[in-house]
């Protein structure tokens, strides 16, 4: 099962509040976990990404936390603000390259 | 340095006819990946061109799809007989075979097909 879900499909934070965006994966073989954020009319950018050898990996204020046990991982915005409004899709893949397995999307608001 | 581009950047066609979508992927990434993404939803994987090694075709929908990489640099998607679900943003993007696997998207072509 190479699925990927992610939830919410939409979040409304407010400035300065914290955005917590949650994914599942069924297939352990996968061991690149990357997160992605879209602009309208824009291609996708990735954000940040982990490696199941850890369990927590910051830039900034973006955090993804990694459970390989529960087969879940999510991403933390920190201090949100307006700029982060944006669509967020995490992904599953392989270290060694190929395609990735995108989750649904997380339309995140930030209002001022 | 210049990104990941596609072209055309917008595409109407009629039920019935064959589009090509192109991509320019950046200089030295000699892996290529198409994906669609229909209103909505998330990316679908379609085909990856991994350097001179076979593409991985397993996410072409049907035989009307098609693509081609030539020279290990441009490549172009093909739709023949074009559907009304056909309809999505096709995104474009390359990396590198080795080392960093960063996959970086090009803006897209959205196709529309009425």
């Known amino acids: 099962q190479q699925q990927v879900k992610q939830s919410p499909q939409s979040l409304i934070v407010q400035k300065g509040g914290i955005s917590i965006i949650n994914c599942a994966y069924e297939n352990t073989a996968f061991d690149y976990f990357p997160w992605y954020q879209q602009f309208p009319g824009k291609g996708p950018a990735l954000l940040i990404a982990?490696?199941?050898?850890?369990s927590e990996k910051k830039e900034g204020r973006f955090t993804i936390s990694f459970n390989k046990s529960a087969k879940q991982f999510s991403l933390h915005i920190m201090d949100s603000q307006p700029g982060d409004s944006a669509t967020y899709f995490c992904?599953?893949?392989?270290?060694?390259?190929?395609?990735?397995?995108f989750g649904q999307g997380t339309e995140l608001s930030v209002k001022p | 340095g210049a990104g990941v581009s596609q072209s055309p950047s917008n595409k109407v066609t009629e039920k019935g006819k064959d589009v090509e979508l192109r991509c320019d992927p950046i200089?030295?990434?000699?892996?290529l990946y198409w994906y669609r993404q229909s209103l909505g939803q998330g990316l679908e994987f379609l085909i990856y061109?991994?350097?001179?090694?076979?593409?991985?075709k397993s996410g072409l929908p049907s035989d009307r799809f098609s693509a081609e990489r030539t020279g290990g640099s441009v490549s172009t998607l093909t739709i023949q007989r074009t559907q009304q679900e056909d309809s999505a943003v096709y995104l474009c993007?390359?990396?590198?075979?080795?080392?960093?696997?960063?996959?970086?998207f090009g803006p897209g072509t959205r196709l529309t097909v009425t």
């Open positions: 061109f991994q350097g001179n090694s076979a593409p991985d």
């Open positions: 982990i490696r199941p050898d850890v």
């Open positions: 992904a599953a893949g392989w270290d060694q390259g190929g395609k990735l397995i």
């Open positions: 993007a390359s990396s590198f075979l080795s080392g960093s696997y960063e996959q970086y």
């Open positions: 200089s030295g990434h000699t892996a």
